[in-house]
């Protein structure tokens, strides 16, 4: 009796060839988890960055009617901002839309809206707080 123990050169190579397809997919896999962990990441800070603008204006005094814009400085310089405050038919609420958009290609990240109520009898103008007056010796 003849026996081989062992694998024949076809078994070894639909072994790589099984081997080679499970890696590619699982390699694609990794890629395309890491490609939307980041796309989060930047829907993320850009979601935060209107929402803050949002609150300065809703800290200020002042909510003049118009369009403002401007880049997100040094530390985000992937986005830019627009922020549209509008009248609506209620006297001192005002409609906010805020956009941030990517500052390369120009395509919207993200936008938020909400309406802002102008509290009666604040100043048109900014806020003026006081300085504390300095302990004199």
Do not use: Y
Request: aromatic share 4%; glycine share 8%.
């Amino acid at each position: 009796m003849n026996h081989h123990a062992g694998f024949t050169l076809v078994e070894v190579m639909v072994a790589i060839v099984i081997l080679a397809i499970a890696l590619v997919g699982l390699t694609q896999g990794i890629t395309t988890a890491l490609a939307s962990s980041k796309e989060s990441e930047l829907q993320t800070t850009a979601a935060l960055f209107a929402a803050g603008q949002i609150e300065l204006l809703r800290a200020g005094t002042d909510l003049a009617d118009g369009t403002d814009s401007g880049d997100c400085g040094a530390g985000l310089p992937l986005f830019r901002w627009k922020e549209t405050v509008s009248p609506t038919d209620i006297d001192r609420l005002h409609d906010v839309d805020v956009v941030v958009e990517n500052s390369q290609t120009g395509a919207e990240i993200c936008e938020l809206k909400t309406l802002l109520f102008q509290i009666p009898g604040a100043s048109a103008g900014k806020a003026k707080t006081a300085k504390p007056k300095s302990p004199r010796p």
